[in-house]
């Protein structure tokens, strides 16, 4: 069996020299720069794929559906978010950002929802791109507490 080193793994059947290629196409995309690069890795074998290559090459493809899933949430940019997103977005906890909107720490509104009088805070795009730039508003009453 000869292995070509100049074209990644590439193997030629002794046997049948019949030579069953697979293209894998990695995309090395760089969150910094939008554009996307490709290399082709050359994998071939005898008749039939090895387990060992089956598993490397199913390795491969979660771990690039996981990547691309998280860019797309990333990416996604939405009007409206509710605390919940703008929690797990920011890295604190849902209760901590429902305190923000109430204290007039972030600039959110109700929204109306089916649970009685009360509705649930929503935060708009704009603000949560405020926030994390330039951070939270100064408290309006910083003295609330002292009569």
């Not at 290399?39 to 039939?48: A, F, G, K, P, Y």
């Not at 909107?101 to 009360?118: F, H, I, M, Q, Y």
Request: one cysteine or more; charged letters at 30%; proline letters at 2%.
């Amino acid at each position: 069996m000869r292995v070509a080193s100049n074209s990644g793994a590439r193997r030629l059947c002794a046997g049948s020299r019949r030579e069953y290629r697979i293209t894998v196409r990695q995309n090395l995309q760089s969150s910094d720069s939008q554009i996307s690069k490709f290399t082709d890795s050359t994998i071939d074998c005898e008749n039939v794929m090895s387990a060992e290559i089956l598993n490397d090459l199913t390795a491969r493809l979660a771990r690039i559906e996981r990547a691309v899933d998280l860019l797309v949430r990333q990416r996604t940019v939405k009007d409206w978010y509710s605390t919940a997103e703008v929690a797990q977005l920011l890295g604190k906890a849902e209760f901590t950002v429902r305190e923000w909107c109430r204290l007039g720490r972030v600039k959110a509104e109700k929204k109306k929802c089916g649970r009685g009088v009360a509705g649930e805070w929503i935060v708009s795009h704009e603000e949560l791109t405020r926030v994390r730039n330039e951070g939270l508003l100064p408290e309006p009453n910083p003295y609330r507490h002292v009569r």
